[in-house]
């Protein structure tokens, strides 16, 4: 069966550069959930999408947005990057069988 | 107050043993409730999920909510050194513009040999 489809796995940056990361969410799933987690924490909540509207706002910094285009894949773009944001940031879909599914994640450093 | 409260871990227990896990909840309002197990440096995986009060078993796995006590656990029975992960509970929402998914903290399972 399709999974959540993140890109790229890894990703390294550099301070104050800007990063894209793409969530490709299962089929037919309406809702779109992206989560930061640091070494050692629970998944933290940044954002989510319902059908291409943005439904929920977590601990997103100003520096980051996010959206969820017509074929309902989302892209976090994550700007002025800084130290602490090196994280797995995952993202999740849920859909009418509302069990979320995550993807794999994509590991970002910034150094 | 958290939203959904889990119970603190480390949690170690030898092979064979069963493990509880549970989670309690302060709105009433979720409908959806699931079990994740997160290995380190991997996404979670969903585990269990169910919407109805009662229990649901898929092999060594056994969730249960009580929605009168806002209260869900997850048992694992013959637990393996393979089991050994966190494990996360979490929640849905509905609403109508969008869809809640809210996260416990996480119990760090162990078991031993």
């Known amino acids: 069966a399709a999974g959540v489809i993140q890109s790229p796995r890894h990703l390294i940056k550099e301070k104050r550069e800007t990063a894209t990361l793409k969530c490709y969410p299962i089929p037919r799933h309406d809702t779109v959930y992206w989560y930061q987690q640091g070494p050692g924490q629970d998944p933290q909540f940044l954002i989510s999408?319902?059908?291409?509207?943005?439904?929920d706002k977590g601990s997103i910094p100003d520096r980051f947005s996010a959206q969820q285009f017509s074929d309902y894949h989302s892209e976090l773009n994550m700007s002025s990057l800084e130290l602490g944001d090196s994280a797995l940031y995952f993202c999740a879909s849920s859909g009418p069988d509302r069990g979320g599914t995550f993807g794999s994640g994509t590991r970002l450093t910034v150094v | 107050q958290k939203e959904v409260e889990q119970d603190p871990g480390p949690l170690s227990v030898p092979e064979g043993a069963i493990v509880s896990l549970n989670c309690t909840y302060s709105?009433?309002?979720?409908?959806?409730f699931m079990w994740y197990r997160q290995y380190s440096r991997k996404g979670p995986e969903l585990l269990m999920y169910?919407?109805?009060?009662g229990n649901k078993e898929d092999g060594r796995f056994t969730a249960q909510v009580d929605k009168s006590s806002k209260y869900i656990s997850l048992f694992i029975r013959d637990s393996q050194p393979s089991d050994s992960a966190t494990y996360l509970c979490?929640?849905?929402?509905?609403?109508?513009?969008?869809?809640?998914?809210?996260f416990g903290t996480g119990t760090q399972l162990k078991v031993e040999l």
């Open positions: 169910t919407y109805s009060s």
């Open positions: 999408f319902y059908e291409k509207m943005q439904s």
């Open positions: 979490a929640m849905i929402l509905l609403t109508g513009g969008g869809n809640k998914l809210t």
């Open positions: 709105n009433s309002a979720f409908q959806y």
